[in-house]
């Protein structure tokens, strides 16, 4: 399940379970790619945020390049990794 961050805090939607959390942005080639192997994975709780729409968010984690994909476990960070991945990689961080 994909979900697109809007006015929500990222906070409250990890707290509880698994999420995968992708910061991306529309013009980064790397980030489309990402975002096909993100869309096949129906199984996993995955939440997209767009460095141009949420900067502030972007600068409270770190976020120095794209994409980011970021582990949250019961809202504690596990893990961070930038750059594209496969699904196998991915599903290895969960």
């Excluded at 729409?53 to 582990?71: K, R």
Aim: hydrophobic share 40%.
């Amino acid at each position: 399940m994909i979900k697109y961050l809007k006015d929500e805090k990222l906070e409250d939607l990890v707290k509880e379970g698994t999420h995968i959390v992708d910061f991306y942005a529309e013009w980064c080639g790397p980030c489309k790619m990402l975002g096909s192997v993100l869309e096949s994975m129906e199984d996993v709780s995955i939440i997209k945020i767009n460095v141009d729409e949420h900067p502030q968010l972007a600068s409270q984690y770190g976020i120095m390049s794209i994409p980011v994909i970021m582990v949250f476990k019961d809202g504690v960070e596990t893990s961070k990794t930038t750059g594209f991945l496969p699904e196998e990689s991915i599903r290895k961080l969960l």
